[in-house]
């Protein structure tokens, strides 16, 4: 094996390991083209100034200030830019439900979303549900109460979607709790424990 190959390739990955880790400290507004994008995508912002790109985001209730790329997605601003890393990367392209947030009090799915479309719009992640204090939003309480995740990855986007559903249907009925959740894909398959647990929330409530 070429030693300095080796040293390339851990060099390197110190190099990402920093970076990543100096986004979600600072939130600085710093981007990286291997790690955030795919394809000639970030060209797009490549020439213009940082002023131009600035937007001011409502997220959970505070407004961040935050550099944005065209193409770049809610689920890397989120995660990447403003440290909030309860917002769960899964497929990246629409399907499993990890990344749900709330915009305008509506789950939506964060790695489809432009967060340039959505800037001028409230904008809820996990870690905007609990009240002032630590106390945990009903929803939150009746998971814990109902030991509804397993590992827990899928939980956050779980939450999001339960919480949307009971913003317009406070007494849903079992059936359409699940037809709710259908878009959150849970690996393992503790799809009867999330039910039960949305059900004990309507009580919370």
């Known amino acids: ?51 131009e790109r600035l937007l001011t985001l409502t997220v959970n209730g505070q407004q961040r200030r935050v ?28 399907e499993c439900g990890n990344c749900t947030v709330l915009i305008d009090d509506v789950p939506v799915y964060a790695c489809s979303t432009l967060t340039r479309i959505v800037h001028d719009a409230p904008i809820t992640t996990i870690e905007g549900l609990a009240a002032p204090g630590g106390r945990l939003h009903p929803v939150q309480q009746a998971f814990v109460e109902e030991l509804g995740p397993q590992c827990g990855f899928c939980t956050p986007g779980q939450i999001i979607s339960a919480v949307g559903l009971l913003k317009v249907n406070r007494k849903p009925t079992r059936a359409e709790i699940a037809e709710a959740l259908a878009g959150n894909v849970c690996r393992c398959g503790a799809y009867d424990h999330y039910l039960n647990a949305v059900q004990r929330a309507t009580e919370l409530i």
């Open 1 to 51: 094996m070429d030693a300095s190959k080796g040293r390339s390739r851990s060099s390197h990955g110190l190099s990402r390991r920093a970076f990543i880790q100096g986004v979600i400290a600072a939130g600085a507004a710093v981007s990286s083209v291997n790690y955030l994008f795919r394809g000639n995508a970030l060209g797009q912002g490549a020439g213009r100034g940082v002023a």
């Open 67 to 94: 550099d944005v790329l065209d193409q770049e997605t809610l689920l890397m601003t989120l995660r990447y830019k403003l440290g909030l890393t309860g917002t769960k990367i899964g497929c990246d392209r629409g």
